[in-house]
């Protein structure tokens, strides 16, 4: 089974990073008030997705994502300029 690695922003630019099966049902858990951790700060949209092979490896990667220089990692990738 595939788990997915996802980050959300809000309006006031705070990010949100998690991992789950389908991220897409999962915001909608979010955005409902679900989520104790993020009721407070709706709404959410995903502006990041990361495909791992599996729990252990989206668990990894969510450490990762969640630390200092992964979550300036993410500003930059939610600061950086659309292609066109």
């Given at each position: 089974?595939?788990?997915?690695?996802?980050a959300?922003?809000?309006?006031?630019?705070?990010i949100?990073?998690g991992?789950?099966?389908?991220?897409k049902?999962?915001?909608?858990?979010h955005?409902?008030g679900?989520?104790?951790?993020?009721?407070?700060?709706?709404?959410w949209?995903?502006?990041?997705?990361?495909?791992?092979?599996?729990r252990?490896e989206?668990?990894?990667?969510?450490?990762?994502?969640k630390?200092?220089?992964?979550?300036?990692?993410?500003?930059?990738?939610?600061?950086?300029?659309?292609?066109?």
């Amino acid at each position: 089974m595939s788990y997915y690695l996802y980050a959300l922003v809000n309006n006031n630019g705070r990010i949100y990073v998690g991992i789950s099966c389908n991220p897409k049902k999962r915001l909608k858990e979010h955005n409902s008030g679900k989520t104790k951790s993020t009721k407070g700060y709706r709404p959410w949209k995903i502006f990041f997705v990361e495909r791992c092979n599996n729990r252990q490896e989206a668990r990894e990667r969510e450490k990762y994502w969640k630390s200092g220089i992964g979550k300036e990692k993410l500003k930059e990738i939610l600061c950086a300029p659309v292609a066109q």
